[in-house]
């Protein structure tokens, strides 16, 4: 329920305004000390009305950080990353998301996932609490990821989207992990 809520407050908002608040979000995101020492970027490609990433992204290229994109594993609650160096050549998946293309796009192995502890992951969320546990899409997906993540995860979403705490709102899970970082159009949270 209030996943379709916050879902629907967040597309009702104008282009205009969504255009404004991502510029913010990226601009905090960019000021953060873990992004200016990162070399490795985990990032999702955003979609819908999702805080826009592709900004980062390119700003990653042009510091010349490695991006690595997620594919989601089909029939499995498992993400693997992919380094990509544009945005050509991604596919479409099931879910609507653009992917990196198996065979096109290199895997990062787990191993090497866990060993990239200067790396900075941005992370989707419809919605963040105060302390940075997220309010996702339901899949498990990205608390699977931060489980064996070790550098620096940041959460973006718009400032409407965080609460107090998602927990005592009942939708918080026992595996749910929370975020080291919060970042919305406001600022750091956290």
């Known amino acids: 329920m209030l996943r379709r809520q916050l879902r629907t407050a967040r597309d009702a908002m104008s282009a205009a305004k969504r255009c404004e608040l991502d510029e913010r979000i990226a601009g905090h995101v960019r000021s953060l000390p873990c992004w200016h020492d990162a070399q490795v970027l985990f990032c999702y490609l955003s979609m819908g009305s999702e805080p826009e990433t592709r900004p980062l992204i390119e700003r990653a290229w042009h510091e010349g950080k490695r991006v690595l994109l997620p594919r989601v594993v089909p029939d499995s609650p498992v993400l693997t990353w992919h380094y990509v160096n544009d945005f050509s050549r991604l596919v479409r998946s099931a879910f609507g998301i653009f992917e990196p293309v198996l065979g096109v796009h290199p895997t990062c192995p787990p191993s090497t996932m866990m060993e990239l502890e200067g790396a900075v992951a941005i992370v989707p969320g419809i919605a963040f609490d105060r302390r940075g546990f997220r309010l996702g899409y339901g ?38 992990r929370a975020v080291d970082i919060l970042v919305t159009d406001e600022g750091v949270v956290r």
């Open 139 to 176: 899949g498990g997906y990205y608390d699977r990821f931060l489980a064996a993540f070790r550098g620096t995860s940041i959460g973006i979403c718009f400032s409407d989207g965080v609460h107090d705490d998602l927990g005592r709102d009942g939708c918080l899970d026992l595996w749910d």
